[in-house]
């Protein structure tokens, strides 16, 4: 948006490396405001929302006063900011919504259960279609919500999915240090969280390292999350701690020297509604590393990486971790869909083809 014109502010969370309340980068302006931990269970989600909302709320008005807007793009979780869209539409600015998680499914699949937080997840989706002007949609799975049960206009959302940028994923040279004196290194990149499938990643490197033993096998996960310890801790439980290597959340350095590393990349995300609809970044992020990928078979992974990636039997396992050796016992392969996950991020994914869409989709915003 800085790049066409736009005057662009940002407000957000701190978090690690990223404690500056307010700061300047490439003429963007960053406001940024602490949260409590991150939430777990209803009164922690209900903490952090309140924050959130109240301190998204104060820097809005900052904003406001000292350098201006015309609209607010607001993405979610939390899905409560429509509050603040709606509140400043009252002010005659326009409010667009960011489609990044559809939560009524993620709330389902943290929690197992459709009650009465389920039911407000829907009301509040609700409410922000009914007052966004334009919809931004990361995959087509999350428009037809957006339309069907959002009740929008198909006009008024666009789909603009999250390309990574290539000048940012960057092929690096291998640390072979961090295979752990191993022939092979499995990676994974994401947020350490129940609906993430970890567990499911870590049972298959079990059946790995001691089923179909295979000791040539490390293991690198990074990431952070409110299940990292509970992660780690399980990892011992299964035998694994000199088989698994947890990063936690690092620098992007960090992220892609495991990553350029790894023989096979890994998306365990669980089979159930919310994932089955979902772009997942790490997908094309390691798409545009050239690595092979395995993942359990879903709607939007299977469009994201088609045969860059082998599909895994849903919430198999055992089927996982044959994928994984399937891969890592064929050189050739593993460069064949290496290579053709690069050219499609290339040619179809990377965020200059994105770019555009985004443009249009305020084109479309300021014509209203």
Same mark, same amino acid.
């Given at each position: ?175 072979? #240090? =961090? ?10 990149? &994401?947020?350490?969280?129940? /609906? $993430?499938?970890?567990? !499911? ?86 798409? #545009? =590393? ?10 939007? &992974?299977?469009?994201?990486? /088609? $045969?860059?990636?082998? !599909? ?57």
């Amino acid at each position: 948006m800085q790049e066409a014109g736009y005057k662009v502010s940002i407000i957000c969370p701190t978090g690690k490396g990223y404690e500056k309340k307010h700061e300047v980068i490439d003429h963007i302006h960053i406001y940024r405001h602490n949260l409590p931990l991150e939430g777990e269970g209803a009164l922690g989600y209900l903490l952090e929302y309140s924050t959130a909302l109240f301190w998204e709320f104060v820097l809005a008005w900052r904003v406001l006063l000292t350098r201006g807007f015309d609209v607010i793009h607001a993405c979610n979780p939390p899905d409560d900011i429509f509050l603040i869209g709606g509140f400043f539409k009252l002010l005659g600015k326009k409010f667009l919504f960011d489609h990044h998680d559809i939560n009524p499914e993620l709330y389902e699949a943290k929690f197992g259960r459709r009650d009465f937080f389920y039911k407000v997840m829907l009301a509040w989706e609700r409410w922000t279609f009914r007052l966004a002007d334009i919809s931004i949609a990361t995959n087509e799975s999350y428009k037809r919500i957006a339309v069907e049960r959002g009740g929008m206009a198909e006009d008024k959302v666009f789909v603009v999915r999250s390309g990574p940028k290539l000048e940012r994923m960057k092929i690096l040279p291998p640390v072979e #240090a =961090l295979k752990n004196g191993r022939k092979y290194l499995v990676g994974y990149v &994401g947020v350490m969280g129940r /609906q $993430e499938g970890i567990d !499911y990643l870590l049972r298959a490197a079990r059946h790995i390292v001691f089923e179909m033993g295979r000791q040539d096998v490390q293991f690198g996960l990074v990431g952070g999350g409110t299940s990292l310890e509970e992660m780690r801790d399980y990892a011992v439980k299964l035998g694994l701690e000199d088989y698994v290597t947890f990063t936690g959340r690092v620098p992007d350095r960090q992220m892609l020297e495991m990553l350029n590393t790894s023989d096979v990349c890994v998306n365990p995300d669980v089979a159930n509604e919310m994932n089955d609809k979902s772009t997942m970044n790490k997908i094309m992020e390691y798409m #545009a =590393l050239g690595k092979p990928i395995v993942q359990f078979d879903l709607t939007e &992974g299977r469009f994201s990486a /088609q $045969e860059a990636s082998l !599909y895994a039997e849903k919430n198999n396992v055992e089927d996982m971790a044959r994928k994984i050796i399937t891969l890592l016992d064929d050189k050739e392969m593993r460069d064949r869909m290496g290579a053709y996950g690069r050219k499609r991020v290339e040619e179809c994914l990377a965020w200059e083809h994105e770019a555009p869409k985004l443009l249009e989709a305020y084109e479309a915003l300021f014509g209203i």
